[in-house]
Structure formats: C-alpha cells, structure tokens
C-alpha cells in the first residue's frame, strides 16, 4: 500500500473517518499498523504544523521554520531540540491556562476542558488538557475494539449492553474553564451523544442515570434496569473491574428492594434526584414474573456466595468487559467468581492524557492480553529500560538509554512511553512500563508492565506495585484455604518509627484465625524479592512488615473519600500505596488487628 493511501484516510487530526460499519475499521488499522514509522512521523507532523507558534514550542524552535521540513526532518528536530518531560515541568503552563490565560501556551486552539487524572496514589489530582481530538479519539478506539469483540462474541441485532458507567461533578476553574475527570467530559461530549443515538436501542440505561452526579444512586438504577431488560443483555461493562465488583456486591444488599421494583413497575424513595427518577419511571414497568424469577435465582446463589451471579441473572450474556489490567488485576479473582465460566475480556490502553494501544484479541485471558498501539492517536517514544542489577544505590529504580521512535522498539525489551499529544504534550514521560510482546505488522503490541514510580521505599529497597501486587497475592493464597477472601488493599512506607518499616493494609471477608493472619503476614514479608530490601530487613535497616486488619467496608469509605473529593466512580483505582494523611486516619483509625513479620526472626 502507498504511504499517501494512509493520509488520505485521515480526517486532519490523526483520526480515521470510518463510516461503513465495523470492519472497515479494521482494514484501516491493518493498513496504518503496516506503514506504523510513517504514519507516526506524519502524526508528529500535524501535531507540529498545528501548534508551532505556541508558545511552549517556540522557546524550543525559535524561529525555525517547521512548515518547511519534510516528515523525517522534522522528527530529528524535534526529538533533539524539545526535552523528556514530567507532568511537573508542564503544570505551570497548564496553571496558566487553567487561571485564564487565552494566549496560545500550549496549543493553538483554545482549550476549554481539563481533565484531572485519578489522582488515587497520594490524593493530588492533575490537570491534564482536554480537547475534541480526545473525545474524538475515544470514540474511535471504542469503535475499533467492538469490530475485534464482534469477531469472537457477535452480539444480536437489537441486543442490549448493561454499561455500569458514571460521570462526576464537573467545576470552573479560576480562569472559567470546565474541569473535571476525561470519563465525565466524554459522557458530556458530542461524540458520546453520537454513539449513544446510534445504539440507543442497546444502552439499558438513559443519559440521565449516567450523569446524574451521585454514583450510588445513578448504581441502583444502572443495576435495577439492567435487570429489568436482562433477557436483552448482550454483555455487562464498566470502565474499571473496580466498579464492576463494587457494583455487584452493592448487588448482594439491595436485591431484594430491585425485585420490588421491577414487581411492582416503581422507583425506591433512595432515588432523590429528580431527572434520574423521571427517566427511569419513564422505562420500567411491573414484571411480576420477572422478578420473582431474579428472587429465587438470588436465593439460590446466595448459598453459594454467588458463584456465578452474572450467568445466572443475565442469561444471555456473552462476556465481562473492563479494564483488567495493571491495578485491576487483584479483582479479577472477585470478577471470576461472580462470571462463573463467562469471559472476562479486557478492555483497551490509555490515560487521561491519550488513548495508547486496542486490545486485538478479546478471547485471550486478561492476564495474557496485549495492546496494539494505535500510530495516529499521539506521537510515541520509547525509553528502553533495564532492571537495576547493582542495588547499593537508591539513587534510581532503573537505568535507561535514549528514546526510540515506535518502529525501533524490540520484542522482549521494556520501556517507558513518552507521548507527544494533539492537546499540548510534548516528550512527555507517561510513567508506565510495557514490554513489547509482539507486532502487529508494523506496530508494537505491548504488555503492561508496572508503573515506572517507586511505591514502597524506605532505605535502598525499591518496590513497584507489580512487586507489591505479587506479594500480597502470596500471602493471600492463605486466605482462600481457609475459605475467606480478600477484599481490598492498600500500604503504606512508614519512616515514623526507627527503623522505618512497610505496612499493608488488608479487608478481608470471612473468619481467620489469628495464626493463619501471623503467617499471613510473615509469608508477605519473605516474598519480597527486591535484593535492597532483603539485605535491609537482615541488617535491620527495614523493621519487620507489619500487617494491619481493617474493618468491614473500610475501602467503601476511601472510595466516598474520593468520589467527595470530585473523583468518578468509572475512574477510581484504589491506591496501592499511600502518604496521604486522611486515608492513612481512615486506615488506622478503622484498624481492628495487627500482626508484625517474624520471617528474618
């Protein structure tokens, strides 16, 4: 194929125009993916072309004239002129826009929208820039992964999707702009309209439910129509398996008042909002039949704890879809026992700052799943990375060479992405470590790693929330003998007492003895395989790890914590590791049990 065959396919931002049906979409990203190193210089190209009088750029180019540079020019310019960045380096610039400032700091057209991102791992949300070329792009790589998942799951014409999804509170900044997280913009979005009018047959529930502000009650009516139109669900999503766990144990407490519902056609009083009441007494009716259907199915998956809870209320189900990857995967035990043998499929790979890379292969196992990066989305670097083998130094996790364009990148090498963005990022350091698995003609498909920031930390250990995640899962296997499970964690480096020391924090549902928590908790201490933190917890430089058991419900108050604090329930994830004072009040304050490692005893 010509290279220029791929431009032509382009709508000016980087984005393919596909109007004719599914698969024409993926004869475009089999068609970008073969040409992936051009199409990336071109995307750099545009980025460039539209912003080079900004204000950010011009301190880099001066008065070089980029609209006279060829592609391949163009790119060596800009990658030894313009500098790596972090979030930090580009916060006052955002600052300025967010307090008013109109000029053209970061991009030519004005922006109107911050997102702020999930701001979960110390509490401190970030402004990102928010665009048309984001939702734009959203709706794109939802359109190119349904054309992949219809491939292994066609779903019936005129079939429902039960989307367990929420918007948050949106507010003004000091300069006027409208902030709040890229999940509510896009729910707000043109784009969003656009794809719910053309499959406003297959969405259980109306806008009103989505965007009514209050995640708890937009839960009840998600879940209570869901219900209602069950026979017609194709599949259930939700943006985070997060809040599809959440949702579905909220499920275990309120069934019996949804069967009311649906039995007699009316709406619980715990429905308060206005418009969310109307719109959904506008939809349900009395099925007397159906909710004594869901009542006895209830009564029989509550004797065994709901294995299979999915399956068994929406029949005709094909599959779970979520976002599964990264720090969602302690959930998937939790997700796996409400979906029985159903399919969990993973959904795609972004940030608040871009979308990154489709999931091709809807039938592999969340844990096995890659991403195919999408080259016309943002412009993509790499830093090739290596695990540090010398640890007598604290001074970095990793020691790194010099970023490579996309079509550089190896099979089995890790890297962290740098993204230049239609919306304003330059060089601009992700954080998050992949490894490149494979290709997909000419684009990398990569394998999510961890995040490059160090969690736990004390001494010379460095331990990243993979290494964490790993740990815990060891020490939980302990649990599930017993017949109990783990609910929710979270830890916490604390430098307070001498010598400083980890603590995990675990919620967990069933009775444990005692011993089996203390072996527990010894066991997490022993798997950490970090060479720093080994020789430092035998030369006690790192005290012995200690275990903290939490009340029931525990992460259900951090999550309000959150969700108080302007966060959305689609786009919470519970913080692996924290400093932030209020959660560790919570945390300690609600604390019922704890026990200290004697594995280096």
């Not at 159906?290 to 399956?311: R, T, Y």
């Not at 083998?389 to 890297?415: M, N, R, T």
């Not at 029931?552 to 969700?563: A, N, P, V, W, Y």
Request: glycine content about 6%.
């Amino acid at each position: 194929m010509e290279p220029r065959a791929v431009s032509n396919k382009s709508n000016g931002n980087g984005i393919g125009n596909h109007q004719h049906g599914e698969f024409d979409i993926i004869t475009w990203f089999d068609d970008v993916s073969g040409n992936a190193g051009f199409v990336q210089r071109e995307t750099l190209r545009q980025i460039l072309l539209q912003n080079c009088d900004v204000e950010y750029l011009k301190k880099w180019f001066g008065d070089i004239k980029v609209q006279e540079m060829d592609a391949c020019a163009l790119e060596s310019l800009f990658t030894s002129l313009v500098p790596l960045v972090s979030h930090a380096d580009l916060d006052p610039y955002i600052q300025r826009i967010a307090d008013g400032d109109t000029t053209p700091v970061l991009t030519k057209e004005p922006i109107t929208t911050l997102s702020l991102s999930s701001g979960t791992t110390e509490g401190r949300q970030k402004y990102v820039p928010f665009t048309r070329h984001s939702s734009q792009t959203t709706l794109e790589i939802f359109r190119l992964a349904a054309a992949y998942r219809s491939r292994v799951f066609p779903i019936r014409e005129g079939g429902r999707i039960l989307e367990l999804i929420y918007s948050s509170k949106q507010f003004k900044t000091k300069g006027g702009l409208t902030a709040g997280t890229a999940t509510t913009h896009y729910y707000a979005s043109e784009e969003f309209k656009i794809k719910q009018e053309k499959t406003k047959s297959f969405t259980c529930s109306p806008d009103e439910v989505i965007s009514g502000g209050d995640y708890k009650q937009s839960n009840y009516c998600h879940l209570l129509l869901g219900l209602f139109f069950s026979d017609e669900v194709e599949f259930i999503t939700s943006t985070f398996a997060y809040s599809l766990v959440q949702a579905l144990i909220v499920f275990e407490d309120l069934w019996k008042d949804i069967c009311d519902d649906i039995r007699e056609g009316k709406l619980s009083s715990r429905i308060n909002l206005p418009k969310m009441r109307k719109a959904v007494l506008e939809i349900i009716s009395p099925k007397p039949c159906l909710a004594s259907q869901i009542e006895g199915n209830c009564n029989k998956l509550q004797s065994v704890d709901w294995f299979g809870l999915i399956p068994k209320l929406w029949p005709n189900a094909k599959y779970v879809y979520s976002i599964m990857t990264g720090s969602m995967q302690p959930y998937l035990r939790k997700l796996r026992h409400y979906a029985a043998d159903l399919p969990l499929v993973s959904a795609d790979y972004g940030s608040t700052e871009s979308w990154i890379g489709v999931n091709m292969d809807p039938f592999l196992p969340p844990e096995n799943v890659t991403f195919a990066v999408i080259p016309t989305f943002s412009y993509f670097e790499f830093i090739p990375i290596y695990r540090q083998k010398d640890f007598s130094s604290a001074i970095d996790d990793f020691i790194e060479d010099e970023p490579v364009p996309l079509s550089q990148v190896k099979v089995g090498q890790e890297y962290e992405i740098v993204l230049t963005t239609f919306t304003g990022l330059y060089r601009y350091r992700l954080g998050d470590v992949v490894e490149v698995a494979d290709f997909h003609k000419g684009t990398p498909k990569l394998n999510f790693v961890c995040r490059r920031k160090l969690i736990l930390s004390i001494n010379i250990d460095k331990n990243t929330e993979k290494d964490l995640q790993l740990v815990v899962e060891k020490g939980s296997q302990l649990l599930s003998k017993r017949g109990a499970e783990l609910v929710d964690f979270t830890s916490h480096a604390n430098m307070g007492s001498q010598p400083g020391h980890y603590i995990i924090y675990w919620e967990i549902n069933g009775e444990v003895e005692e011993t089996v928590l203390q072996e527990c908790c010894s066991q997490m201490d022993a798997s950490f395989v970090d060479h720093g933190y080994v020789v430092s917890r035998r030369t006690n430089s790192i005290g012995a790890l200690e275990l903290c058991i939490v009340k029931s419900g525990t992460f259900r108050k951090i999550l309000d914590q959150f969700i108080g604090n302007g966060a959305a329930l689609s786009q919470f994830k519970t913080p692996r590791c924290t400093q932030n004072q209020v959660l560790l009040r919570i945390l300690n304050d609600w604390t019922i049990k704890r026990f200290h490692s004697t594995a280096y005893c």
